[in-house]
């Protein structure tokens, strides 16, 4: 089956500081990847996906890349801030293969201190 | 559009009570789901509907919990008799078929205490 395996935080960092927060997974197909944030007392949000190998998605500032050879989808940040603060969700789908429901992570808290 | 609406945000309740969640998703969205999450287990895929039709239940924890969809716009969750172990924050969510990578949208969820 399908799952996905994040670093377990929480990942304290201070403002402007560098962000890798790693993500593997296992599919029976080719699926597509997302990061979710989930700020407090919110429901989830897609903050970045891709759907094809080698796509990178990107967005405020957030980054990851999409590498079949090594089944991942580490998501990066250059300068955090404390607005960043959240838990981050990496998931997949595999429509291709019949599987319409996002497989999450664990998800990952990150705390930014200024 | 208002987003994915879900309605108790909170809500408290005695051990053996009848809980019932609700969950408007987009308009237009085919597909809902329902998710639960924990502390101990993050998310959970409890269950999905594809234009109203339960396709996987398989996440249910047990016969106490059943959900329904009598039209597009609405689902409930339904827990019968509740338990301690059932607290936690149940998502709905929703998305559409026709975009095979399509995002899936999230409610705010409801938080459920079982005392």
């Known amino acids: 089956g399908n799952s996905v395996t994040q670093m377990e935080g929480p990942v304290t960092l201070s403002e402007e500081a560098f962000l890798t927060i790693n993500c593997t997974y296992t599919?029976?197909?080719?699926?597509?990847l997302f990061w979710y944030v989930q700020y407090p007392g919110e429901g989830l949000q897609l903050l970045l996906k891709?759907?094809?190998?080698?796509d990178k998605g990107s967005n405020k500032g957030f980054e990851a890349t999409y590498r079949k050879e090594t089944t991942s989808f580490h998501l990066e940040k250059g300068s955090v801030q404390v607005s960043d603060s959240a838990v981050y969700f990496c998931a997949l789908s595999d429509r291709r293969a019949g599987s319409y429901q996002l497989t999450f992570g664990k998800g990952t808290k990150l705390s930014v201190i200024p | 559009d208002a987003g994915v609406i879900q309605s108790p945000r909170h809500e408290v309740t005695e051990m053996g009570q009848e809980v019932t969640l609700r969950c408007k998703p987009i308009s237009g969205h085919d597909y809902l789901f329902w998710y639960r999450q924990t502390m101990m287990r993050g998310l959970e895929l409890l269950i999905y509907?594809?234009?109203?039709?339960?396709?996987?239940d398989s996440g249910m924890p047990e016969d106490r919990f059943s959900a329904k969809m009598p039209n597009a716009s609405f689902s409930t969750l339904k827990i019968q008799p509740s338990e301690p172990r059932d607290s936690a924050v149940y998502f709905c969510a929703s998305s559409l078929a026709g975009d095979r990578d399509a995002e899936a949208f999230f409610g705010q969820g409801t938080r459920l205490t079982v005392v």
């Open positions: 509907f594809n234009n109203n039709v339960p396709i996987d």
């Open positions: 891709a759907t094809k190998a080698d």
């Open positions: 599919a029976t197909g080719y699926p597509s």
